[in-house]
């Protein structure tokens, strides 16, 4: 990933007027993501984790301050920056790989296109549902189609809110694995918002623990381990303790017997 990719967030603020209330919803944020680093987001529900992916996708726009990838300003959604919702948001009628083309944005022949799709189709493991509607498909590989599309215009930036929010427990593990690989295969920049926080130290080189009302970033813990990285080892355990001490900060949860 080359490094007129990094990604600027300065001092963003984000105010939403319902009728005549103004409610500031995220208040100078202000982030430097190196091209190719893999981040994470948590936080309380509600803090503005959403909104700040929708500004970085430019689907939505700050009210002060501004975000930039490789020194450009966003101004509204490109194949610079993929994203990757909850739920997976396929088309029901396209089979998978008419799924998974239909993002690609630049003009190509179509044997080029075949093989781009089947290069993505191969990158998330999905080979022999090619012709499968969304319908047929369980939730992850419907995740995993979805992922396949926001890559394939090979965007600087990926960013995944909740991205595995609806799946099981070992399907998410399957899939946290699965996107590791993909990051070390394409060096994309990973932002991924998570309520899950060891799949937050699982994958990521920084975590990001917001703050509420109004959003702020409240700590930066840098996770330098090694991967693949055990949950249970003595680091990963302590990391984890770190984020919850930081949530549970001021409440009367004594975190000890949850930890
Ligand atoms: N378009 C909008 N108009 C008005 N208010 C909005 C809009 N979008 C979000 N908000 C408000 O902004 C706040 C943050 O919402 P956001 O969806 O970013 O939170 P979140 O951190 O992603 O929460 P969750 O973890 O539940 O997904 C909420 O109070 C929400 O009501
Ligand atoms: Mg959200």
């Known amino acids: 990933m080359k490094e007129s990719e990094n990604l600027e967030i300065e001092h963003v603020k984000k105010i939403f007027q319902i009728k005549d209330v103004s409610f500031e919803v995220l208040t100078d944020i202000d982030l430097k993501i190196r091209?190719?680093?893999?981040?994470?987001?948590?936080?309380?529900?509600?803090?503005?984790?959403?909104?700040?992916?929708?500004?970085?996708?430019?689907?939505?726009?700050p009210t002060d301050g501004e975000i930039k990838?490789?020194?450009?300003?966003?101004?509204?959604?490109?194949?610079?920056?993929?994203?990757?919702?909850?739920?997976?948001?396929?088309?029901?009628?396209?089979?998978?790989?008419?799924?998974?083309?239909?993002?690609?944005?630049?003009?190509?022949?179509?044997?080029?296109?075949?093989?781009?799709?089947?290069?993505?189709?191969?990158?998330?493991?999905?080979?022999?549902?090619?012709?499968?509607?969304?319908?047929q498909l369980s939730g992850g590989m419907q995740?995993?189609?979805s992922i396949a599309r926001a890559l394939i215009n090979h965007p600087a930036v990926l960013l995944l809110d909740e991205p595995f929010g609806a799946l099981d427990a070992l399907t998410r593990i399957h899939m946290q694995n699965g996107i590791l690989k993909i990051w070390e295969q394409e060096k994309t920049t990973m932002i991924l918002i998570t309520h899950d926080i060891d799949e937050a130290i699982f994958l990521s080189d920084?975590?990001?623990?917001?703050?509420?009302n109004p959003g702020e970033i409240k700590k930066e813990i840098r996770v330098d381990l090694a991967r693949p990285r055990g949950r249970n080892s003595y680091d990963f355990v302590n990391i984890r303790r770190a984020i919850y001490q930081e949530f549970f900060e001021n409440s009367e949860v004594e975190i000890e017997y949850y930890l």
Not at 36 to 58: P, Q
């Open 69 to 135: 990838i490789g020194g450009k300003r966003v101004e509204k959604p490109s194949v610079h920056i993929g994203m990757v919702f909850q739920e997976a948001r396929l088309f029901p009628w396209l089979t998978v790989e008419k799924n998974i083309a239909f993002g690609i944005h630049e003009k190509l022949p179509a044997e080029e296109k075949k093989k781009l799709v089947a290069e993505h189709i191969k990158m998330v493991g999905l080979e022999n549902f090619e012709k499968a509607l969304p319908g």
């Open 35 to 61: 091209a190719g680093e893999f981040i994470s987001i948590v936080g309380a529900s509600g803090c503005g984790k959403s909104t700040l992916a929708r500004m970085i996708a430019g689907l939505e726009k």
């Open 143 to 145: 995740q995993r189609v």
């Open 206 to 212: 920084r975590i990001f623990v917001m703050g509420k």
